[in-house]
């Protein structure tokens, strides 16, 4: 017999060890299903005819690729008929959409970001899928907005799909954080790692240097000195990466430590920074939590931010307990 877990096994066993319900599994499971599919498109490429701008725009006034349409509508109807779900609500639309009325609805919510890093879509760089999922408060057949309106620590489950050299889905349902790769032969999601556990301390930072100049000042005296290295306040020497997906970013993090920042910058002071609360910032949060890491504003737990709409922006410090720490500790002392 194979000592291989599948994806299938993993959620059962969870299922048993009353994680989750039957619905969760299930609503895993196809969302799970729906990446592999956006897997396949993207493994594609050119030849597929998936690169290249969609010539839209979403909610945000950020132009569409073909691809964020395609993972958009990959998820939307992977999950329209599975009977686990009261309403869906992504990056890429304007508004939440509820369950059409030909299919029975369940008690969950899911949040997504279909296609992250969508800059690298069309340069053969790692991209990916994020996703939250949260109880639906009231009543199932009218669901608002105003349902998904919930901090992040009411999340039931969070995960991401890495579209990179290997596809790999990371999942938590409040118990740990655990990696899954997709088998391509065998088309299934395989358990490769339990427990992922992010080193409290770091090396190692990821941030876009080039929007320095427009960083509160905390955020800038924190960077100059990482980059003094050994001889400064820090004592030790930093590494930069950023490969400007949060998917893969997160996914070196998870893997070997580092802390991950997209700070406010007064570019366009009206944005509290680049990154989505609900369909990027919460999922990752709770992922980097329940690997030991820790998740904030530059001020507090992000977890904890009570949101005000579906397609508010936050700043973003997760990673590396220790160095999540020390960046919060700029901030709050110069308040
Ligand atoms: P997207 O969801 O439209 O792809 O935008 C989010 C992405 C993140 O994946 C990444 O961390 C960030 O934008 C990169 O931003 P920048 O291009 O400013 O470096
Ligand atoms: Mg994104």
Not at 73 to 89: D, K
């Amino acid at each position: 017999m194979s000592q291989h877990v599948s994806l299938t096994r993993f959620l059962i066993e969870e299922e048993r060890a009353d994680h989750i319900n039957a619905d969760l599994r299930l609503l895993i499971e196809v969302v799970a299903r729906a990446c592999k599919t956006i897997s396949v498109a993207v493994g594609k490429g050119a030849l597929g005819g998936i690169l290249g701008d969609a010539g839209t725009g979403n909610i945000q006034g950020e132009a569409q690729k073909k691809l964020d349409v395609i993972a958009n509508e990959v998820l939307l109807e992977a999950n329209a008929w599975g009977g686990h779900l009261a309403a869906c609500a992504s990056e890429e639309m304007d508004d939440p959409y509820p369950i059409p009325d030909a299919f029975p609805r369940g008690n969950f919510l899911l949040l997504f970001d279909p296609l992250d890093g969508s800059s690298n879509i069309d340069v053969n760089v790692s991209i990916g899928t994020i996703f939250s999922v949260l109880k639906c408060p009231g009543d199932v057949q009218c669901v608002d907005t105003q349902a998904f309106l919930q901090p992040g620590s009411s999340q039931v489950a969070a995960g991401y799909c890495v579209y990179g050299p290997a596809t790999t889905l990371i999942l938590t349902v409040g118990h740990g954080t655990h990696q899954f790769t997709l088998d391509r032969e065998q088309g299934s999601f395989v358990l490769t790692q339990r427990d992922m556990r992010i080193p409290e301390e770091t090396q190692e930072f990821a941030i876009n240097m080039s929007n320095k100049r427009h960083w509160e000042a905390p955020m800038q005296a924190y960077i100059d000195d990482l980059l003094i290295g050994k001889e400064g306040p820090r004592g030790k020497n930093f590494n930069m990466r950023w490969i400007a997906s949060m998917v893969a970013d997160v996914h070196r993090i998870l893997t070997r430590g580092g802390v991950f920042i997209y700070p406010w910058d007064k570019k366009d002071p009206n944005k509290p920074g680049k990154l989505r609360l609900m369909y990027e910032a919460n999922p990752m949060s709770f992922l980097v939590e329940q690997a030991g890491g820790a998740s904030t504003n530059g001020r507090s737990r992000i977890m904890d931010i009570p949101p005000t709409e579906l397609h508010q922006r936050v700043p973003v410090f997760l990673g590396s307990k220790k160095e999540v720490e020390a960046v919060t500790d700029y901030h709050r002392k110069a308040d």
